[in-house]
């Protein structure tokens, strides 16, 4: 039998709820999400079981995160499929919060980072990390998590999620989890529902393209022309390539010595009106 979790609408609900169960000693994990929820959020979900007795999921379409060009009105919103997926999973409490409830009319305060915020994305997407940074302290703040699970597809958004929890000295620790991939390789994503049959038979190529110029990279070719190869079978495969680099995998800089850093390999890249993002350790 599965029980459907509770769903908390307002930050005051649902921390009366959490007070109780802190108070019982349980342990408590977060899993922030946008809905839309697929196989990669429910092996979040399930890591997050292993480490509490009591998992909150959040459910909420974050709108400043998304530029005005953006996606924010068509991205899938599934709620009542996101829950019954949820249930089976033995999870708690849902919080599904309106946008007055996350940001309170007037509202005047956002969370700015440097740092692992710098470049990639933001090149492409500049309110892209203040959004994320900002609604994921305010989660943080809210739920007082022990533990808080983020998958590593993605990568950048990860950094900087431990980099403000560092910064704020917040008493969560942060799960990164394996990106979760189609047997083709493709990373899985709301926005793969973006994709026509045809582009997704060709979005398989970014995570082939992406192996290829490891392997060469880990074999000891140089970087550069490797990813420049991989750039150029992407844009023959039809993608307009954002970025495809390799840097440090702590601190996402420009890597200053390849052979001993610890090395991720990053690219976002759009197949007709949907960007993709990957990632791999190199
Ligand atoms: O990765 C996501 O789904 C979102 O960026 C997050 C972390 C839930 C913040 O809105």
Redo the contacts with the bound molecule.
């Keep these: 039998m599965t029980t459907s979790p509770t769903i908390f609408r307002t930050v005051d609900d649902l921390r009366v709820t959490l007070a109780g169960w802190r108070h019982d000693g349980l342990r408590i994990a977060l899993v ?3 809905g839309a929820l697929h196989e990669g959020h429910l092996d979040l979900v399930r890591a997050a079981r292993q480490h509490a007795d009591r998992v909150v999921v ?1 459910v ?1 379409v ?1 709108p400043t ?1 998304f530029g005005p060009k953006e996606d924010f009105g068509s991205y899938p919103r599934t709620e009542a499929s996101d829950v019954e997926k949820l249930a089976t999973l033995g999870v708690e409490a849902v919080f599904a919060p309106s946008a007055a409830e996350m940001y309170p009319e007037g509202y005047a305060t956002t969370i700015s980072m440097t740092g692992p915020a710098l470049g990639l994305e933001t090149d492409f997407r500049p309110h892209f990390f203040a959004g ?1 940074a900002t ?2 302290g305010k989660l943080l703040i809210a739920v007082m998590p022990d533990v808080a699970v ?1 998958g590593e597809k ?1 990568y950048q ?1 990860l950094m900087v999620v431990r980099r403000l929890v560092r910064d704020l000295r917040l008493p969560t620790e942060i799960l990164g989890l394996a990106t979760v991939r189609e047997k083709d390789g493709l990373a899985l994503s709301s926005r793969n529902a973006y994709l026509s049959a045809e582009e997704r038979r060709l979005a398989t190529t970014i995570a082939r393209v992406m192996g290829e110029a490891a392997d060469a990279i880990r074999a000891g070719g140089a970087v550069e022309p490797a990813l420049e190869t991989g750039r150029a079978a992407l844009a023959a495969a039809g993608f307009r390539v954002d970025y495809l680099v390799l840097r440090n995998a702590e601190t996402l800089a420009e890597l200053t010595d390849p052979a001993s850093e610890p090395r991720r390999m990053l690219a976002a890249a759009w197949l007709g009106k949907t960007r993709l993002i990957d990632n791999i350790a190199v």
């Design positions: 922030p999400t946008m959040s909420f974050n995160q994320v609604v994921v983020f993605d958004q």
